[in-house]
C-alpha cells in the first residue's frame, strides 16, 4: 500500500512500515533540516520540503499523491501548542495555536484524494480541539464524522504506546478511518516492556564518560546538577533531598516541579519521552541508577543515546543525520510518535 505521511519531520514514525507493507512514497515537512535529515535516513527521497498551508502546496502534494497511488494517509500534526510541557499549559490557551490548526490542511487533502485509510495521532489533549464548521465549532471526531460518515467508517482511541511492545509510557490519541466495506482491526495489547528489561544490561555510565558501544556515550552535565543526582534514588527526585537538593548560588532552595531533577524507575516502562531529553533539569530524565554502596547512586545523568532509541522503539545503531546535532537529533525524537507504535496500530488494515 502506498502512502503519504504529512507533518512527517524526519520521519521517526516511519521507521518499521515497510515491515508490513506500507511503502511512504511522499512526504511533506516545512523545516529545511528535518526535510534533509528525513531524506538521509529513508529510502524515499520523494518529500516536498514546503508550507502545507499554501494552496498550491497543497495542491501539489494531491498531484504527486494521486499520480504515485497513495492510499494511506498519515497525518502526525506538531503537538508542542498541545503538551503540557509546551508554553500552553491551559486548556484555554490552545484555542490560540495555530500549530494546532494545521490538521485542517491534511483534512483537505483527504477530501481529494479519497484514500482508502487515513490516521491522524496526536496528544490526548487534542480532543480537547474544537475545529470551524458550518458557521460553528466542533471537535475534531465531531468534524470528521459529519464530513466523512456516510462513506468512512471513524474510530477514535487513546493508545498507550507501553502497551504496544514499546518500553517507554506515551499516551497518543488516534484518530482512524476506513472505508466502509474494507476493515481495520485494533491491536492487541501486549505485556509492558520495564526499563530493566529494555536497557538494564548497558554498563554504567558517569556524565562525560564513553563506551565502545555505539551511540551509548554520557552527555556532560552541571557539576551542581551531578551532585543533587548522586545523591538522588531510583524513582525518587532530587527536590526530595534533605541536604543535596536542588539550591540556587546562594544556597537558597530553587522552586520546581516535584517530577523534574528525578530518576526513572527500573521496573516500569520509561516515562514520555519529552523534547528536553537531553537536560536533567526536565521531566523525569535521569538514568534511574544504582546503589554505589557510599550512599550515593550511579549514572547522575540522562539518558544515552542508545538507551533513548532502544525506548523509543528505535534501532539503536541508528545514525545521527549528518545535518543535526545530537540534541537536535534527540529533540524530534521526543517530538514523534515511537515507530513500534504506529507499526502495530497499522497492521490491523485489512483484518
Not at 484555554?92 to 483527504?110: C, Q
Not at 480532543?127 to 471526531?141: D, Q, R, T, Y
Not at 504506546?161 to 497518543?172: C, H, K, N
Not at 516492556?193 to 564513553?210: K, Y
Amino acid at each position: 500500500m502506498n502512502a503519504l505521511s504529512l507533518f512527517s519531520g524526519i520521519g521517526v514514525d516511519e521507521f518499521f512500515l515497510p515491515e508490513i507493507g506500507v511503502n511512504v512514497v511522499l512526504a511533506n515537512e516545512i523545516v529545511k533540516a528535518r526535510a534533509e535529515a528525513y531524506s538521509l535516513l529513508h529510502d524515499n527521497k520523494n518529500i516536498i520540503q514546503a508550507d502545507i498551508c499554501d494552496q498550491s502546496v497543497k495542491e501539489k502534494i494531491i498531484s504527486v499523491s494521486k499520480k504515485e497511488g497513495v492510499d494511506l494517509v498519515l497525518a502526525t500534526p506538531p503537538c508542542q501548542g498541545l503538551s503540557r510541557a509546551g508554553a500552553n499549559r491551559s486548556d484555554e490557551s490552545i484555542s490560540t495555536d495555530k500549530r494546532n490548526f494545521l490538521v485542517m490542511n491534511a483534512i483537505e487533502i483527504v477530501e481529494a484524494l479519497k484514500p482508502s485509510y487515513f490516521i491522524i495521532e496526536n496528544v490526548p489533549r487534542f480532543a480537547k480541539m474544537v475545529f470551524p464548521f458550518n458557521e460553528g465549532f466542533v471537535s475534531l471526531e465531531n468534524l470528521l464524522k459529519s464530513k466523512f460518515g456516510l462513506e468512512y467508517n471513524i474510530n477514535v482511541r487513546i493508545f498507550d504506546a507501553a502497551d504496544l511492545g514499546v518500553p517507554q509510557s506515551r499516551l497518543r490519541i488516534v484518530y482512524r478511518m476506513w472505508k466502509k466495506g474494507l476493515r481495520w482491526a485494533l491491536p492487541v495489547s501486549e505485556s509492558k516492556i520495564s526499563l530493566e528489561q529494555a536497557i538494564g544490561f548497558l554498563p554504567s555510565l558517569e556524565s562525560g564518560q564513553g563506551s565502545l558501544i555505539k551511540n551509548h556515550f554520557a552527555r556532560k552535565h552541571p557539576k551542581n546538577q551531578i551532585e543533587w543526582m548522586r545523591h538522588t534514588p531510583t524513582g525518587h527526585s532530587a527536590f526530595e533531598n534533605n541536604v543535596f537538593f536542588p539550591k540556587k548560588t546562594n544556597g537558597e532552595r530553587i522552586s520546581g516541579y516535584g517530577n523534574t531533577y528525578m530518576r526513572m524507575r527500573w521496573d516500569k516502562p520509561a516515562p514520555t519521552i519529552t523534547m528536553r531529553n537531553e537536560c536533567i533539569s526536565s521531566q523525569e530524565n535521569v538514568h534511574p541508577g544504582r546503589p554505589s554502596g557510599d550512599g550515593t547512586w550511579s549514572d547522575a545523568r540522562v539518558l544515552t543515546l542508545r538507551e533513548l532509541l532502544i525506548v523509543s522503539s528505535l534501532p539503536a545503531d541508528l545514525d545521527i543525520p549528518s545535518n543535526m546535532t545530537e540534541t537536535a537529533f534527540r529533540q524530534v525524537i521526543g517530538e514523534g510518535i515511537p515507530p513500534l507504535m504506529l507499526k502495530k496500530i497499522l497492521e490491523g488494515i485489512g483484518k
